[in-house]
């Protein structure tokens, strides 16, 4: 089966950093992907870890470690328009199983 | 970077009717699935869009109620059955980016069934 899990909601300051943590159990894995979802919108490739270690990708890095079934997504210098909800998903023969998302809102 | 379009992007159905969904790629993909996500709830797979050969149904899905077709290495269509209001969804259509590093989604086709 398969279990990812993300926390619900966050919220942050514009400018400031956050912190998503996703950790999961799966019955395969080839990869875990980050995705953004807007309100009223598809989800939007973020990135992507197969390896150990840190990603990283101007104002977003993402962090993979597979041994403890963990990944976190990082948001610096946070803008408004980084509200949104972002996806955690796990690969397996490119197949994703998503977590539930975690919405964040960026408060002035 | 693969561009996808899903035509319709959004429709309001009737109860009981179908409606196809057509995704189609600017390239040549292996791999293509359809997703759905309904109201306030996250992505769940239904199919991988196999070319050639029939679909590979997720557990809870079956192709009585969404068959796909896949005629090559750029189309695919999902069509929802016999719709009641429990399928208004957005159904996405994904490829894989062709390196295994991205994973790519359409526009999404937001149905309401009433």
């Known amino acids: 089966g398969q279990n990812i899990d993300q926390p619900t909601e966050m919220t942050a300051t514009e400018g400031a950093i956050v912190q998503i943590n996703c950790t999961y159990q799966?019955?395969?894995?080839?990869?875990l992907f980050w995705y953004q979802q807007h309100a009223g919108e598809a989800p939007t490739f973020l990135s992507y870890n197969v390896l150990d270690g840190l990603e990283e990708k101007g104002r977003f890095s993402s962090f993979l470690s597979r041994s403890k079934g963990y990944s976190y997504l990082l948001l610096k210098e946070l803008q408004m328009k980084d509200s949104a909800s972002y996806l955690c998903a796990v690969s397996n023969d490119y197949k994703l199983s998503f977590g539930a998302g975690t919405t964040v809102t960026v408060r002035a | 970077s693969a561009v996808i379009s899903q035509k319709p992007s959004r429709d309001i159905c009737q109860r009981g009717t179908s409606l196809t969904i057509q995704c189609q790629v600017d390239s040549q993909v292996t791999m293509m699935f359809w997703y759905r996500q309904q109201p306030g709830q996250s992505l769940t797979l239904i199919a991988t869009a196999n070319q050639g050969s029939e679909a590979t149904y997720e557990s809870g899905f079956v192709i009585d109620k969404f068959p796909i077709s896949r005629p090559n290495l750029t189309f695919s269509t999902l069509t929802v059955s016999n719709m009641s209001p429990e399928d208004s969804s957005i159904y996405l259509c994904?490829?894989?980016?062709?390196?295994?590093?991205?994973?790519?989604f359409g526009e999404g086709s937001w149905l309401t069934v009433v």
């Open positions: 994904s490829v894989e980016g062709g390196s295994g590093n991205t994973i790519y």
């Open positions: 799966t019955s395969g894995f080839n990869g």
